[in-house]
């Protein structure tokens, strides 16, 4: 928008004679003859953005994404437990960036944007790569064609979740979201190898390709998830929640793979229960 100002330019050397010539009444008259106006064009400019970013919450995101890179490099050396572990941390480190910028405020586009590019590595490629380094390169193309769908299923589940921001139910992920279908390879890869379980003696390698598949597939499903988003830790919650929360502790900690593994396992399959409860009962699950 063009806004517009009058600037007076006035004579100095004539005000001086003024003054010194004519009374107050008749210098006050010729003042206003000697002002001489004129129009002056002023363009709005718009604020220039600052090209800091914030480092707290950003600082979450690196380290969840060193984890899927990790995850990567000790797949590549047959490390696999090592490998699922990582993954395991980077969907911890994953879920507290989005908490602490919105505990501090410091949310930003540069941090959505980067946010998502390491969900791609830590969730789409290190999973992926992962298993195919694991069980499912002994199954030849079929292998890594179940490794591709899974990693493809997270980048088109990324993409639809960017531009749907604003739009969806907060209170529901469309699809099952990529965090968990990471834990949920890499918890079945760490429940594997703590046991001993031999991959190429068994139907691991074909379990292995049923988990990608159904985990791909899964993320790019209308199917609603719980996203947890609803519940504000800076609130008070009745005493059983404490309870449970102890109680899941205390179950991870006696066997951590079996444990992970189960809990994204229901998850996992929470979405088509709540579909079938809608459809079936034709109301609404909130």
Known sequence: MTTFRRRGRIDRSRLARMRADRSQKEWADDLGEGVDFEVEEIHDKPRKRSKGIYLLPNAFTTAALFCGFFAIVNAMNHQFETAAIAIFASLVLDGMDGRVARMTNTQSAFGEQYDSLADMVSFGVAPALVAYEWALKDLGKWGWLAAFTYCAGAALRLARFNVNTGVVDKKFFQGLPSPAAGALMAGFIWLADDNKIPVRDTAIPWVTFFIAVYAGL???????????????????????VMVLMILTFVLISSNPPLTLFGLFVVYSISGYIIWAWERFSGRSFS
């Open 218 to 240: 899964t993320m790019v499903s209308n199917a609603r998830f719980y996203s947890g988003k609803a519940l504000d830790v800076r609130y008070r919650v009745p005493f059983g």
